[in-house]
């Protein structure tokens, strides 16, 4: 049964690697728009894209964001990422840094936690601030059917921030259960506008995980409140 369990983990987090850039926005036209793959053709754009402006609004951080997603689409930005495992079956995960020219983008924090737990956050950063942050949860459960049958209960929530605050919260929760064929299709189900309270304390691990940019954590732990 813990064998089971412990690749059912691991194939949760192939899923959510797969899926980093596939949802997002406030309305589903733009979900769509951004669950496109880039085309390469987009490199010439992209090496002509005007500089940098600041981020004011939630438009601004939509453009932002869009801008990000094209540029690790086409592998425009350089990485460097560090691994952790705080053992005895607690939290372990992987952090990734991209940067252009040196100016961090973007950080993607995996990790696990107790077999049947795990998560992916994503934190979207602009001269230094971050404007977006992307959360994924899943908690899995075996359930009645043939054996071996899982559900994953999954929640995802997206906050536009402005002046290190969020200003704008989005919500969707959904169930997979691996004994069905037509699950819902993540990209398609509505996003709900809900309190900010859960992002907010994202937000404040941002710090924490920049400190780690260039030196990964002295222990094997990684510790984030």
Known sequence: MMR?????????????????FLA????????????????????AQLNNMKPDKSIQSVEDI??????????IGVGALDSVSFEYSCGNGERSGR??????????????????EYSHY?????????DSTLFFTFLKEISWSFEDGPEGSVRDNITERRTYVLDQEPVKCLEK??????????????????????GCTSSALLIKKYPQLVQHHRQAPASGCLEVD
């Open 4 to 20: 089971n369990g412990q690749l059912r983990m691991k194939l949760n987090l192939v899923v959510i690697l797969s899926g980093i």
């Open 24 to 43: 997002f926005s406030c309305n589903q036209g733009l979900d769509n728009r951004l669950d496109q793959s880039v085309n390469t053709s987009d490199t």
């Open 62 to 71: 939509q453009e932002a964001y869009s801008a990000v997603v094209k540029q």
């Open 95 to 112: 952090v990734i840094y991209y940067s252009q020219d040196g100016d961090l983008r973007l950080i993607v924090h995996r990790f696990a």
């Open 118 to 126: 795990s998560a992916e956050e994503q934190y979207f950063v602009r």
């Open 173 to 194: 929760k959904y169930v997979i259960r691996s004994q069905i064929k037509d699950n819902p299709r993540p990209e398609s189900l509505p996003n709900k506008e809900v």
